[in-house]
């Protein structure tokens, strides 16, 4: 056993480190405030190739491992959780599902654009009436004169919106009990998409509900075979579970670094807070839990890329370092006091930021839910 990272990993982490430190840091504030989408910061994460990690070279993706993948995550949502889950969302949910399961013209069309980082993919699977119960889609695309149309909506929907969008792969009823994933290119007349919706958290992410009224797209632009699109997409999210674990470690990561900096330098009773045994013991318990965190993470990156089954890992994962974050961000505005509580204070960005890290991608209870299934239950 050998828990060394490769000098490829350390790599990895060095460069997200520093352009998340120099580049994101400085506006991260602000572009949350005014809920402004971070083109400019998509298209360097572009230039430095990691808006398609894991796709091979020669589709235009980086050819990188999941380990280095979950790395950069966790490195960029350390900073700031909007710009991580807009490149997490384009990875492992709009991109995913064309590489894994696409026909290789549907590869050529798509993956040197998405894997590139030129445009963004969404993944559209929740609707307003199907949500941990994601089976109960009730989108219906019927097949007429070679081209399936499409009726129906779906809600919460990351990256559907932006200016550089190119397409949302949706779940649909193509049958009583069969459900297929359609891809559906932006600017599909008959789909609409609304305006971004306000959140508490992730507010330079694009969120977006969308409608199809008769949107009409060629039969070709359905994604793998007819009526395994429920399954095609359970596996999406297996893998997806993975990236929004690394945000919970690296969100309770970037907690801990603002409490402890903080706890050296602001004093009461006449020294550095630090020096509170009540203080240190709140970050001793950060840095344990986040230590086991990370290890769960990285592990089932680690299944992943032996080729070995990993949603048993990557819904204990997810789970763990979901509750994990929300402790850490709780913990870290608590040593803050008050000034925790006011925006000029990166914790408070991080702490609202948190809480969808327990929803998103399966609650905890779904989590659960897997976990249970995956044990005999
Ligand atoms: C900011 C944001 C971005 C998102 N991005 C995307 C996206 O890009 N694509 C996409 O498809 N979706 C996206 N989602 C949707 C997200 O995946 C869902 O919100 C999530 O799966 C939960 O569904 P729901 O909100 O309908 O909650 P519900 O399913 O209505 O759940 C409500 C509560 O009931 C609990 N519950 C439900 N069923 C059970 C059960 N059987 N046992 C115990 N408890 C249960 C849940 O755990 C939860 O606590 C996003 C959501 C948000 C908020």
Redesign the pocket.
């Given at each position: 056993m050998n828990f060394d990272l490769s000098e490829e990993h350390e790599l990895v982490r060095r460069t997200v480190r520093e352009f998340a430190e120099q580049r994101v840091a400085p506006v991260a504030a602000e572009l949350d405030r005014e809920h402004r989408f971070p083109y400019e910061l998509v298209a360097e994460l572009a230039e430095l190739g990691l808006m398609g990690m894991p796709i091979p070279e020669e589709y235009g993706g980086a050819g990188a491992d999941t380990l280095s993948y979950a790395i950069a995550v966790e490195e960029l949502t350390r900073i700031d959780s909007s710009v991580a889950i807009t490149l997490a969302?384009h990875t492992s949910?709009g991109t995913m599902p064309i590489f894994m399961f696409g026909t290789e013209e549907q590869k050529q069309e798509w993956l040197p654009d998405l894997a590139s980082g030129k445009k963004l993919a969404?993944?559209?699977?929740?609707e307003p009436g199907a949500?941990?119960?994601a089976g109960a889609t009730r989108t219906r695309a019927k097949l007429s004169d070679g081209n399936w149309v499409i009726n129906g909506s779906?809600i919460?929907?990351?990256?559907a919106g932006t200016d550089i969008t190119g397409c949302v792969t949706i779940t649909a009823r193509t049958g009583d009990d069969e459900i297929s994933n359609l891809i559906v290119p932006n600017g599909t007349p008959g789909y609409e998409i609304s305006a971004p919706m306000e959140?508490i958290g992730?507010r330079a992410s694009d969120?977006r509900e969308l409608s199809f009224r008769e949107a009409a797209v060629p039969e070709g632009n359905l994604l793998g075979p007819r009526g395994k699109g429920f399954m095609q997409f359970l596996e999406i999210l297996d893998g997806g579970r993975i990236s929004v674990a690394a945000m919970g470690a690296g969100l309770a990561q970037g907690a801990y670094d603002l409490a402890a900096a903080y706890a050296k330098e602001r004093e009461q009773f006449g020294k550095p807070i630090a020096s509170f045994q009540a203080i240190q013991f709140q970050l001793a318990d950060m840095a344990t839990e986040i230590e086991a965190g990370r290890a769960l993470v990285y592990k089932a990156a680690w299944l992943k890329d032996q080729g070995r089954p990993f949603a048993q890992a990557a819904a204990m994962a997810k789970l763990y370092t979901g509750e994990l974050s929300n402790r850490a961000v709780n913990a870290s505005l608590q040593i803050h006091g008050g000034y925790g509580y006011m925006d000029e204070f990166a914790i408070s960005r991080l702490y609202r930021d948190q809480k969808?890290l327990e929803?998103?991608?399966?609650?905890?209870?779904?989590q659960r839910?897997v976990i249970a299934k995956h044990l005999g239950f």
């Open positions: 969302a949910l969404a993944f559209g699977l929740t949500g941990s119960d779906k919460f929907i990351t990256n959140k992730w969120t969808i929803i998103g991608e399966g609650t905890n209870e779904v839910m």
